[in-house]
């Protein structure tokens, strides 16, 4: 098992900033990615960035691509994802997510692939 725990959600005006951080525990030695996902309400829960743990192969949905940034730190089992020029439709309840070997057949930015998930983290953007 792998535990996750988002922190650094908030509130901001469009075109502010916001980092989200996760640490992970447990089994991370069975992690080969680790992925931000987000969902508002109505919507389904979409792929927003992922990073591969181990070449840092990042991968990025086309409306977040230029303003998100994700990273992690092996050493330290956390990853980040800095959110600049924040739009008021990226507000939504943002999840921190790992991926072992069983998610290998799908798309690191595709929430079936991932096993583990965090609580999430409120992320609210006004115009």
């Known amino acids: 098992q792998v535990q996750l725990v988002e922190s650094g959600g908030g509130s901001v005006h469009t075109g502010g900033s916001l980092r989200l951080s996760c640490a992970a525990s447990?089994?991370?030695?069975?992690?080969?990615?680790m992925g931000w996902f987000r969902q508002a309400p109505g919507k389904e829960r979409e792929g927003v960035a992922s990073?591969?743990?181990?070449?840092?192969?990042?991968y990025y949905a086309d409306s977040v691509k230029g303003r998100f940034t994700i990273s992690q730190d092996n050493g330290e089992n956390t990853a980040a994802l800095q959110m600049d020029s924040l739009k008021p439709e990226d507000a939504a309840m943002y999840y921190c997510?790992?991926?072992?070997?069983?998610?290998?057949?799908?798309?690191?930015?595709?929430?079936?692939?991932?096993?583990?998930w965090g609580q999430g983290t409120q992320v609210t953007v006004s115009s």
């Open positions: 997510a790992a991926r072992n070997e069983d998610g290998r057949s799908t798309s690191p930015l595709d929430p079936r692939g991932y096993a583990y």
């Open positions: 990073i591969h743990s181990g070449t840092g192969n990042t």
């Open positions: 447990g089994y991370t030695y069975s992690v080969n990615h």
